[in-house]
């Protein structure tokens, strides 16, 4: 290994980037252009080395093209990691589901927060999800939990983007009491992806086990 300047099978003459260089950007293009298209028609790499072959002249082997298309499939590939919850984190969501509130079937909205490490979770129902219910369901999970965590995880959200905002770096604020002098660090998950609660939705594990059937009388479960 110690003759390699990086090791073999990486490099360019593994990948076949080398020898594809002069039509990478045909072959980015027209693999960009498959991401928007249905998976069954979307270009193989032997239909990729055929359109180079007799649209742009392209002499090089089918191979070189194969190499490179998987590498570049590879690289773009999501990885994931082991999921772990150290203590002290908690993470939090809003879900919406129906419940019968004085004899009339309505949505409503149900802030949700838990401790992973030990599956402490709390939930409080809102009529609607606004800053005054992000504030008050986290005081009131801080009640239940009888402490603060060291971070809170939300989802990518526009409310908890402000409110968290709002709790943390403007004392004006009414949430400022909440997180503000406790010094609770917020994160924000990626756009696109949701909670994790041991491998399971936090919200939709709340919804398929406390609120199924939907509930006639609805009260601040914890």
């Not at 069954?40 to 032997?46: A, F, I």
């Not at 809170?152 to 943390?168: E, K, P, Q, R």
Request: hydrophobic fraction near 40%; charge should be positive.
């Amino acid at each position: 290994m110690l003759a390699f300047s990086v090791p073999p099978g990486t490099g360019e003459a593994a990948t076949g980037a080398s020898e594809a260089r002069p039509v990478t950007g045909i072959i980015d293009g027209i693999l960009e252009q498959d991401e928007g298209r249905p998976r069954k028609q979307r270009h193989t790499s032997k239909r990729i080395f055929e359109r180079l072959r007799d649209e742009h002249g392209y002499a090089g082997g089918i191979t070189i093209v194969k190499d490179y298309v998987l590498a570049r499939r590879l690289r773009q590939r999501e990885v994931f990691v082991p999921l772990r919850h150290d203590a002290g984190h908690a993470q939090a969501d809003f879900g919406e589901a129906l419940a019968e509130i004085a004899g009339v079937e309505r949505k409503i909205h149900f802030f949700a927060i838990d401790l992973p490490h030990s599956d402490a979770a709390s939930c409080r129902p809102y009529p609607a999800e606004t800053t005054e219910a992000f504030c008050d369901g986290h005081n009131a999970a801080f009640a239940f939990f009888g402490g603060v965590p060291k971070s809170i995880l939300y989802d990518n959200t526009t409310l908890a983007v402000a409110a968290s905002w709002a709790m943390g770096r403007d004392s004006g604020r009414k949430c400022s009491a909440s997180c503000n002098p406790l010094s609770v660090a917020d994160r924000f998950g990626r756009p696109g992806k949701g909670m994790t609660r041991e491998g399971e939705g936090l919200v939709g594990w709340i919804r398929r086990n406390l609120l199924v059937p939907v509930p006639r009388a609805l009260a601040s479960r914890r």
